[in-house]
């Protein structure tokens, strides 16, 4: 088993990693900040200092949960923080939960990232389908045809998976997400890499 340790640096890779991701993709504007409204922010003690010194008043709203093994500080919905333009008062400072969505973890052991099919997660639904076609072809897996069929009706039921999560009163109402082992994160990074430089 992994000490404790080790996983802090694992998952601390991973968000790395999903922010660099995350830099291909841009959040629009019609989406209306929906994460922001829907989805309870978890906050690590030090996450949770930093926001109360920016407002104490936002910030006591939070209440202590338990997650996982340990309590977090867990702000309500819609976040405190979201201003009345539908942008972020505390950007910069802003909890990880908050800078890797669409990403999330699961609770399962390993943890897994699964992501939301929001507006930005749809377009990064499309190429991580399309990066699974790649690898399919460059490894010459011989049931390419099977996979093209199962990513191609994943593809078909992204808009009703999307419409379903955009109905939802909350992140956790049975939305269909897709999910990723970690080292199929680094490995999709390195996809938009290698896509960026062919251009």
Do not use: W
Not at 22 to 44: A, G, I, R
Not at 106 to 115: D, G, H, K, R, W
């Amino acid at each position: 088993m992994k000490d404790v340790k080790k996983v802090k640096q694992e998952i601390q890779q991973v968000n790395e990693a999903i922010f660099n991701i995350l830099n291909y993709y841009t959040c629009p504007p019609d989406c209306h900040s929906f994460c922001c409204n829907v989805c309870p922010v978890d906050l690590t003690d030090k996450e949770y200092n930093k926001l109360r010194r920016l407002s104490c008043e936002k910030t006591d709203k939070s209440k202590v949960v338990k997650y996982r093994r340990a309590y977090v500080h867990q702000l309500d919905k819609p976040c405190p923080f979201l201003g009345s333009d539908e942008l972020c008062t505390a950007y910069i400072i802003r909890p990880v939960t908050c800078h890797i969505y669409p990403f999330n973890m699961t609770e399962t052991l390993p943890p897994l990232m699964q992501i939301f099919p929001c507006m930005m997660g749809k377009e990064i639904y499309k190429d991580y389908f399309e990066y699974k076609i790649y690898k399919i072809k460059k490894n010459n897996d011989i049931g390419i045809n099977q996979a093209k069929a199962e990513i191609s009706e994943a593809l078909r039921g992204l808009d009703e998976r999307s419409n379903s999560y955009y109905l939802s009163t909350d992140e956790d109402d049975n939305v269909k997400t897709i999910v990723l082992t970690f080292s199929e994160i680094f490995d999709f990074l390195d996809y938009l890499r290698f896509c960026q430089n062919r251009q």
